[in-house]
């Protein structure tokens, strides 16, 4: 991998709103066929390699998780030649053994949002990805190192639930998350991992634990303990950001996630080329139509 080039990504959730560090920084203010992104898209050096960041909630932490434009947040990173992506999210957890301030980097996704878009494809153009392992392998065993030789206490699977919110949830949801055998719960994580499937970039996890949601006894989560447990872990997070890079950038992907649409695209060529709506997908088809239709 040429570290020259921008192919590595961190997306920032609650509490993680810049990387400390972070050296020749540059903003790229994105338009997408699908809007917005959240915020700026941050360009920037660690350790001499270029990545770009972008936080999930935008600058002061302005949008509730239901109001994110997940599509425009992935397309623009696609736009910049991002193909390596790693989320940082705030999660609580639905098991004794998942501490507040551990971590989880998750292999499994179950979703219970009702209200956000979670494809680019629509409007005459049908894509049907596989979803069977959310997360690029590859990149959640470079984690897990990264994560093990800082010494820091994780978890190297688990099942992120993700919920619509913004509210925290019932206790009643709670043990019904909990007596499906999920592992962790959040708002913001599935339609993220589904587009960067969809966008053909490599995509993992880190979830920094701040609760246990409601489930236990004598615990209760409030916003403001949630955001103490997470300032706590912004200093490990931005240290496994600068021991991860590295890894991530000498990294030689063999895994299915770069071409992930070659048996997901169902339309038919001549309904795709002539479709209005290619334009606004095009930047992520045109190497299996414009070269071989057009």
């Given amino acids: 991998m040429n570290k020259n080039f921008i192919e590595i990504a961190f997306i920032g959730g609650s509490g ?3 990387i400390d560090g972070l050296e020749n920084i540059t903003e790229k203010d994105i338009d997408t066929p699908f809007g917005k992104p959240s915020d700026k898209v941050i360009i ?11 936080s999930r909630h935008g600058k002061g932490h302005i949008l509730n998780p239901s109001e994110i434009n997940q599509r425009a947040n992935i397309y623009a990173l696609r736009s910049l030649g991002i ?3 790693v989320s940082f999210t705030a999660s609580g957890s639905l098991k004794e053994e ?27 153009i049908v894509v049907h990805v596989s979803m069977s392992q959310p997360f690029c392998e590859e990149i959640r065993d470079i984690i897990h190192q990264s994560i093990s030789e800082l010494g820091i206490n994780h978890h190297h699977y688990g099942t992120y639930v993700c919920i619509e919110g913004p509210q925290f ?7 019904v998350n909990r007596q499906a055998g999920f592992s962790i719960v959040g708002m913001t994580l599935s339609q993220e991992a589904k587009l960067a499937r ?15 949601d409601v489930w236990k006894e004598a615990e209760e989560v409030t916003n403001n303990s949630v955001v103490k447990t997470v300032i706590m872990n912004i200093k490990n997070s931005e240290k496994i950001i600068k ?13 299915t996630c770069k071409d992930s649409l070659k048996a997901a695209l169902m339309t038919s060529p001549d309904k795709v080329i002539s479709s209005p709506y290619y334009k606004n997908v095009s930047l992520l088809i045109d190497k299996y139509y414009k070269n071989n239709y057009s």
């Avoid at 350790?47 to 960041?53: E, H, L, M, Q, S």
């Avoid at 998942?98 to 494809?121: A, E, G, H, L, Y």
């Avoid at 966008?199 to 996890?205: G, H, L, Q």
């Fill in 83 to 85: 193909n390596q992506i």
């Fill in 243 to 255: 021991n991860l890079i590295k890894k991530l950038s000498l990294r030689e992907a063999k895994c």
């Fill in 44 to 54: 920037g050096t660690i350790n001499g390699i270029v990545c770009a960041f972008l």
């Fill in 16 to 18: 993680l709103y810049e």
């Fill in 198 to 212: 969809e966008a053909e970039i490599c995509y993992a996890n880190i979830s920094l634990i701040t609760d246990y």
């Fill in 169 to 175: 949830s019932t206790k009643v949801e709670s043990e």
């Fill in 98 to 124: 998942i501490k507040p301030k551990d971590f989880v980097i998750p292999d499994q996704i179950f979703d219970k949002t009702k209200n956000r878009p979670s494809t680019f494809f629509e409007k005459g």
